[in-house]
């Protein structure tokens, strides 16, 4: 890939700021655990997995400059570091799963010295990066399988290689059908009030000669009823036991419009967006965002000072509109409850 979206180098995080895209391509240096959550808060980085590599390094940042003396001490200084970074955005579980594998990875080593410690952390954030990166390319093979020849694809938000350690989730599996042969278009939806399909995917997917059309999100139903998307294919946020998904804002009009025209919708992600404890999507906790991002465009008003504004940031297609969820370790269709489980190991 043409960027990277988020690398450890020379003792610090460096990652593209995706709030000055598609103008400025700019990386940011950051050497403090505080300024990598203010980063993930503030979507410099954004995407269910960016943001579990994201934590992970501003735990391994956070837990390089602890000053302890004592094991005692080092343990309660990082499990504050941890806190900050769970405290940044509350709906990609990917945020969550990067923080317990850190804390698990540090427990298991409780016994060494501190040094080392910091060095096994370190190591293990960019673990988590590198394999993110497999991750995606066999979402990609997997998912590539789905898609035929000729396919228009309509995705929504950004699930590519900004939203990952890089390749991506749903623009994983048009990558992986580009570089099986197939001539694939995308339609990517302009995502309101964020802009991530606009920004960013409509971005990355020009930047490698992927043919991609821009739409705004209200004209995706005129589309598929003329019959010029052959599928959809979409990220994840987080994934109940049952199959329920939630996803960008708009992912379930998308769904419930694909049904009704008889287009396969398929939702890519990693086993690390799979949150098992949750029985179905009505308890995955939904972010509310600033009303700013929904009455303003690059700091221009577009409504009336003072409108009552709800900013939900992201919301759950329901299992029954989701013809089969893709992961790096196969694909499930029919039995969410079950499948899911097998594709997570249980
Ligand atoms: O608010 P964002 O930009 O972090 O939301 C991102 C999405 O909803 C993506 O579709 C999802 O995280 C999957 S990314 C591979």
Redesign the pocket.
Known sequence: MSFRTIEWRDDAVIMIDQTRLPGEEIYNTYTDFKAVAEAIKG?II??????GVAAAMGIALGARDIIADTHESFFKQLENVCDVMART?PT?VNLFWGIERMKRVAEANRDKKLSQIKEILKKEAILIEEDDLTICRNIGKWGATLIPEGATVLT?????GL??AGY???LGVIRAAQEAGKDIRVFADETRP?L?GARLTAWELMKEGIPVTLISDNMAGFFMNRGEITCCV????RIAANGDTA??IG?YSVAVLAKENNIPFYVA?PVS?LDLTLSDGSKIPIEERPASEVTHIKGVAIAPGGVAVRNP??DVTPARYITAIITENGIVKDDFQAGLRKMAGC
């Open positions: 979507m954004r995407g269910a997995p960016a943001i955005r990609a929504h938000c950004n699930a590519g939203a990952t991506g989730t749903a964020w991530q979409v990220g994840a946020d996803n960008k992912t992600a967006t940031s992201f």
